[in-house]
């Protein structure tokens, strides 16, 4: 699993409140990455980071930041959160494996918002 | 713009038989991944497919690139019911060996194994 965790797994939140979402990373691992999953969209990229304090946008970052003031943490904030928001945020690190860097994925966080 | 189209978007198949999954995509890349999703899993790594021509195979599942035609394939023999799931195709924004890790999936094929 790349030693990836996500926190938290599930939230219920309502609109128009501030969330934030926190991925944590015990390899070391340089990339990291934020997306959403929804139905009929696959997965589309919020934001990436290729080092501390060095973020990018994706995407569909509009609505989203992030942050990462550390290697293992990357937080993604919500700052008032949307209905259209509602969605499962996967985070993701890339690593050298088979020839090429490939991106493996945290268990996933599942944001409702009412 | 970068585009990756996957089709089927829904496959139902009995056990045995053969079929193929199909992602195109519209602007060059150098690199082509496949992943599977177990239902409300998270995403696990199938291949990586880095050159044309490239064929990977892991047991039943085999997946194959052409560049010029911008179409991978995943193929599936002799089908079984635990490959039930939904397989994504994602490709890298880069080309020409400047990767950027920077992945755009596919929706998503829907994988139905009936026994």
């Known amino acids: 699993d790349a030693g990836i965790t996500q926190s938290p797994r599930h939230k219920v939140t309502e609109t128009g409140t501030p969330v934030t979402l926190r991925c944590h990373q015990t390899?070391?691992?340089?990339?990291m990455y934020w997306y959403r999953q929804d139905p009929g969209h696959g997965l589309r990229l919020i934001h990436y980071?290729?080092?501390?304090?060095?973020?990018d946008k994706g995407e569909v970052s509009d609505g989203y930041s992030v942050s990462r003031s550390k290697t293992e943490d990357f937080l993604l904030t919500l700052e008032s959160a949307t209905s259209s928001q509602t969605s499962v945020y996967f985070c993701?690190?890339?690593?050298?494996?088979?020839?090429?860097?490939?991106?493996?994925f945290g268990p996933g966080t599942r944001l409702t918002v009412t | 713009e970068l585009k990756v189209e996957q089709n089927p978007l829904f496959l139902s198949m009995q056990e045995g038989k053969n079929y193929t999954i199909y992602c195109n995509y519209s602007?060059?890349?150098?690199?082509l991944y496949w992943y599977r999703q177990d239902p409300g899993k998270s995403l696990e790594s199938l291949f990586v497919?880095?050159?044309?021509?490239a064929v990977k195979q892991e047991g039943r599942l085999m997946a194959s690139l052409d560049t010029k035609a911008r179409l991978s394939t995943l193929h599936i023999t002799a089908a079984v019911h635990d490959l039930s799931a939904t397989y994504f195709c994602?490709?890298?924004?880069?080309?020409?060996?400047?990767?950027?890790?920077?992945?755009?999936f596919g929706t998503g094929t829907l994988l139905a194994v009936q026994p």
């Open positions: 994602a490709v890298d924004k880069g080309n020409y060996g400047g990767a950027t890790n920077k992945l755009i």
């Open positions: 980071s290729y080092g501390v304090k060095d973020t």
């Open positions: 390899e070391n691992h340089r990339y």
């Open positions: 602007t060059t890349s150098d690199r």
């Open positions: 497919l880095l050159s044309n021509g």
């Open positions: 993701a690190i890339s690593q050298w494996m088979r020839g090429a860097y490939e991106q493996y």
